[in-house]
């Protein structure tokens, strides 16, 4: 197998982030205290480190991806996740689904196809924060957005949700019969309904 459903995310996500305006580095984010330039290096740094899991499995070279200081251009980040989408096929091509794969960022050993779930996570999540920041739309496919919301709530415990150094902020009360995509933010602490206050302008 050499096709995943997480493929096509990675793609437009690409074409979202390479259709960033100009001047909206500074712009604030859904993620709070991230603005869009921030986004964009935390970003690359999940980026990177899922490129070099998926390259070596039972590798031991597992960088923190929450300490990337390099290039935050939206030239570094589209590059970065061309590089992912080969590492991955190239992954699932070595089937990966089935192998154990270690990610310590993540808290262990998980299967592969658990792994991929983190990612379908990582990018339908943070593609919608970011496309909502700079106004271009993000309509990741149904299917994804399931995985994306199944691989949370296995994750996210109460415990996990707010407060100083929590991973994750409180949920957010969406109908049930809201778009899965809204359901799904607003169970990762998202108003499904944010948007960004208009920049200052300064001379």
Same mark, same amino acid.
């Given at each position: 197998?050499?096709?995943?459903?997480?493929?096509?995310?990675?793609?437009?996500?690409?074409?979202?982030?390479?259709?960033?305006?100009?001047?909206?580095?500074?712009?604030?984010?859904?993620?709070?205290?991230?603005?869009?330039?921030?986004?964009?290096?935390?970003?690359?740094?999940?980026?990177?480190?899922?490129?070099? !899991?998926?390259?070596?499995?039972?590798?031991? /070279?597992?960088? &923190?991806?929450?300490?990337?200081? $390099? #290039? *935050?251009?939206? @030239?570094?980040?589209?590059?970065?996740?061309?590089?992912?989408?080969?590492?991955?096929?190239?992954?699932?091509?070595?089937?990966?689904?089935?192998?154990?794969?270690?990610?310590?960022?993540?808290?262990?050993?998980?299967?592969?196809?658990?792994?991929?779930?983190?990612?379908?996570?990582?990018? !339908?999540?943070?593609?919608?924060?970011?496309? /909502?920041?700079? &106004?271009?739309?993000?309509?990741? $496919? #149904? *299917?994804?957005? @399931?995985?994306?919301?199944?691989?949370?709530?296995?994750?996210?415990?109460?415990?996990?949700?707010?407060?100083?150094?929590?991973?994750?902020?409180?949920?957010?009360?969406?109908?049930?019969?809201?778009?899965?995509?809204?359901?799904?933010?607003?169970?990762?602490?998202?108003?499904?309904?944010?948007?960004?206050?208009?920049?200052?302008?300064?001379?």
């Amino acid at each position: 197998m050499s096709s995943h459903p997480v493929l096509p995310v990675l793609d437009h996500l690409a074409g979202v982030i390479g259709a960033t305006p100009l001047g909206q580095d500074p712009a604030p984010t859904p993620c709070t205290d991230l603005d869009v330039v921030s986004l964009r290096r935390h970003l690359l740094g999940e980026v990177r480190y899922f490129t070099i !899991v998926l390259a070596d499995p039972h590798g031991d /070279r597992r960088p &923190d991806p929450r300490a990337y200081t $390099g #290039p *935050a251009e939206t @030239e570094a980040l589209v590059s970065a996740i061309g590089e992912l989408s080969a590492a991955v096929r190239a992954a699932l091509a070595g089937g990966v689904e089935t192998l154990p794969v270690r990610v310590p960022a993540l808290g262990g050993t998980f299967p592969g196809g658990y792994v991929l779930s983190m990612l379908v996570a990582e990018v !339908v999540v943070h593609g919608w924060d970011i496309a /909502r920041a700079i &106004d271009q739309t993000w309509r990741p $496919g #149904p *299917a994804v957005v @399931e995985q994306a919301h199944a691989l949370l709530t296995d994750q996210i415990k109460p415990e996990y949700r707010g407060g100083a150094g929590m991973p994750f902020a409180p949920e957010v009360s969406v109908s049930p019969n809201a778009p899965a995509l809204n359901r799904l933010l607003g169970f990762a602490g998202r108003s499904p309904h944010w948007t960004p206050s208009p920049l200052a302008v300064t001379d």
